[in-house]
């Protein structure tokens, strides 16, 4: 009787369906939408066939090509105001002990989490024809300057968006080795010189993700140039006309137009790369710097740019609140200071309210779901199908919220799967564009974890699946929640895919509060917005109770 080797025949296993369930979503869901786009944009009603016809006209017609320089200029200029901003903020935060420090960090977050489009509101009513600082200043006999046009858009992303570069700015500068500085100064440096020559070029790749973060928000944005444009067109806004418009809907442009933003945002990731390549430094961060301790007027002197810089980026919080509390006539008149606003949305516009909440939490369900097994497949199962993985699941980053949604209607507005106009493309579309917040922090907190600890369980018996669900899951869950927070809080205030896929009944707050500002209803786009400021706070407190005060955006 011969004796046979038996060879153990692999099977098939729990996260093998698990990554090709994953896969087959995510190419359902993102390539398949994008390759419609890509589809669509080739073809056009004035030609028969496969034609460039569309992007033909795009660079050679000026209203095309120049909201593509309208968006380059507003894009590379907040990129630089932003920059002049967060990276003296972060410094001066990081190594001088400026007074409240820990509330001025809270502050710079919120005013990021919050919509732009809402800071773009808070301004018109500051600055706007008849805005209260506009009115002030005419009392007088001085005029306001415009918030409206390019100037206006670029000032509202750089109150913003600033907080990006503050914040992998500051996270760099806490890390950086003081060894460095010293043996600059022990060779005769000034501390101006220092900075420019070691502090700098050190944490430039931060700086650059913090750009990219700024360019690519900036790029995708909707709402502001929107509302503050006034025939400043950038191509989000072109892309919405085009698709959009009553008077000439054009869904083969907007598709040509769709491609030409993904390639920008694609360029632009393309170039951070290549530079942070050339310009990595690694450090041991042994000797993190130590905090200088100011007294007296220097201390002042520090601390007044940052509380200025931070009230101002504040203040189009405080202005929704207290808008939401005025009522006015149609003439806009105020009527009287009370709570009318609030009962009016609740009964004319409740179900943008429900919408909100319900689409928010399925898809944080969802995410958080999809966000545990995607970061242990990232961390703890790597391989080449790992990274095709990952590679799905950033692609987000670089697709608009505005294109994605029209490759979503592209795509399924006709048999065999038909999800325009219904709930459950809002919610894929949450998913979809919000999933990377909640991955990236559990793939962090796992990172962190001691695989030791699951092999122990293993030891005693306990299956490897078993030992996931009982075990690990339940250790990841504080870094995933974290990052499903902030996931909720940007579903929440989502506006830029929502106002291409809503309908009359899946229309949302985000949606609701648009169209408010565009009929001149202040007081109850106030009552809207509100409702979202403290529902940001709300959850930011969770955040900072989850990760004890140290909360990962970026």
């Known amino acids: 009787m011969k004796n046979e080797t038996v060879k153990s025949k692999w099977r098939p296993d729990f996260w093998f369906f698990t990554k090709l369930i994953v896969i087959v979503v995510m190419c359902l869901f993102i390539i398949y939408p994008f390759y419609t786009i890509i589809t669509k944009s080739i073809f056009s009603n004035k030609v028969e066939g496969v034609t460039l016809y569309n992007f033909k006209r795009f660079f050679t017609k000026p209203y095309y090509y120049k909201a593509l320089l309208r968006s380059l200029f507003v894009c590379l200029m907040t990129v630089l105001t932003t920059t002049l901003i967060g990276v003296p903020v972060a410094y001066l935060m990081t190594r001088y002990n400026i007074p409240g420090k820990n509330i001025l960090h809270i502050f710079i977050i919120m005013s990021l989490m919050s919509p732009p489009f809402i800071g773009a509101y808070s301004w018109i009513i500051l600055l706007g024809r008849n805005g209260i600082f506009a009115k002030l200043l005419n009392t007088i006999g001085l005029t306001a300057p415009t918030i409206y046009g390019r100037g206006g858009i670029i000032f509202v992303f750089t109150l913003h968006l600033f907080p990006y570069i503050y914040l992998y700015t500051s996270g760099a500068m806490n890390s950086i080795d003081s ?85 920008c945002s694609l360029l632009v990731l393309v170039f951070q790369k290549l530079v942070i390549d050339k310009r990595n430094y690694q450090m041991s961060s042994l000797r993190p710097p130590q905090e200088i301790q100011l007294h007296g007027w220097k201390r002042f002197l520090a601390s007044l740019p940052i509380y200025l810089i931070v009230f101002i980026a504040f203040l189009p919080q405080i202005v929704v609140v207290c ?27 409740g179900g943008n309210i429900r919408n909100t909440y319900v689409f928010s939490l399925i898809a944080i369900v969802f995410i958080i779901i999809v966000g545990i097994l995607v970061s242990y497949i990232l961390v703890r199962k790597k391989g080449k199908v790992a990274n095709f993985i990952d590679l799905l699941i950033m692609f987000p980053y670089v697709i608009p919220g505005s294109v994605l949604g029209i490759g979503l209607i592209v795509a399924f507005n006709r048999k065999p799967i038909v999800l325009v106009g219904t709930a459950a493309i809002m919610i894929i579309s949450y998913v979809i564009r919000k999933l990377p917040y909640t991955v990236r922090s559990g793939t962090a907190f796992l990172y962190q974890l001691d695989p030791s600890v699951e092999e122990a369980s293993i030891n005693l018996g306990v299956s490897p699946m078993k030992t996931f669900f009982t075990v690990t899951a339940r250790m990841m869950l504080p870094g995933v929640m974290s990052g499903a927070v902030l996931s909720w809080i940007t579903c929440i205030n989502e506006l830029s895919s929502s106002i291409m896929l809503y309908s009359g009944k899946t229309s949302t707050i985000a949606v609701a509060i648009y169209q408010e500002v565009v009929r001149m209803s202040d007081g109850t786009a106030g009552a809207l917005a509100t409702i979202l400021t403290v529902t940001t706070i709300i959850s930011l407190v969770i955040v900072f109770r989850l990760t004890k005060g140290k909360v990962k955006i970026v």
């Open 323 to 349: 808008q939401s509390f005025v009522e006015r006539s149609f003439s806009g008149v105020v009527k009287g200071i009370n709570l009318n606003n609030y009962r009016s949305i609740m009964s004319r516009l």
């Open 179 to 263: 060894s460095l500085e010293e043996a600059g100064e022990n060779l005769g440096m000034n501390k101006l010189r220092r900075i420019w020559t070691i502090t700098l070029p050190v944490i430039l790749p931060s700086i650059l993700a913090g750009c990219v973060m700024v360019f690519m928000t900036c790029l995708a944005d909707f709402g502001t140039p929107m509302l503050l444009g006034e025939g400043y067109v950038v191509l989000p806004v072109l892309v919405y006309n085009e698709y959009m418009s009553e008077s000439a809907v054009n869904p083969y442009m907007a598709s040509a137009l769709s491609v030409i933003i993904v390639l």
